[in-house]
């Protein structure tokens, strides 16, 4: 079941990202990560939503078998993002895992709250990727 859950959202990232074409920006490319993290969990929501639930419940044994999958998502994040960093995507005052742990982290929950009776998965992506690349202030308060 663990498994699983991160099979499917690398997989998901993964195609999202590949199907850029060749040469795409590194905020493209995040941008594709982030919908294809959304897609995943929304659309295998059982293994993924599962995944995040037990993960930290179930004993040291399982976590151990499973630390190699979940090892191997975090890096496809943490390349991701350091080329964004690379490209000066990224703000420079946060470190990349951060950057991942918030972002990742955020991106889990939509399986629980996200209703699709308000409107299409692309319209909510696109929400989304806006919350991440823009926040949610519309113009920063002047530094005192």
């Known amino acids: 079941m663990l498994d699983a859950g991160i099979h ?9 990202v590949d199907g850029l074409p060749a040469g795409s920006a ?6 594709a990560a982030v919908e294809g993290h959304l897609w995943g969990m929304l659309h ?3 293994f993924t939503a599962a995944h995040i639930r037990i ?4 004993s040291d044994a399982a976590r151990a078998r499973h ?7 975090t890096r496809l994040w943490d390349v991701l993002l350091a080329d964004c960093a690379a490209a000066g995507v990224l703000r420079r005052d946060i470190p990349v895992p951060m950057v991942r742990q918030f972002l990742v982290g955020a991106l889990n929950w ?3 709250w996200y209703d699709t009776k ?5 319209r909510f992506a ?9 926040g949610i202030v519309v113009e920063p308060e002047p530094a005192p």
């Open 44 to 46: 295998h929501g059982d």
């Open 110 to 112: 939509p399986v629980d």
């Open 67 to 73: 630390r190699p999958v979940r090892s191997a998502y």
């Open 8 to 16: 499917a959202l690398s997989a998901a990232v993964r195609s999202h």
């Open 55 to 58: 993960y930290r419940n179930v």
């Open 126 to 134: 696109a929400q989304i990727t806006a919350l991440v690349f823009d």
């Open 26 to 31: 590194a905020r493209a490319r995040l941008a």
């Open 118 to 122: 308000r409107g299409s998965f692309e």
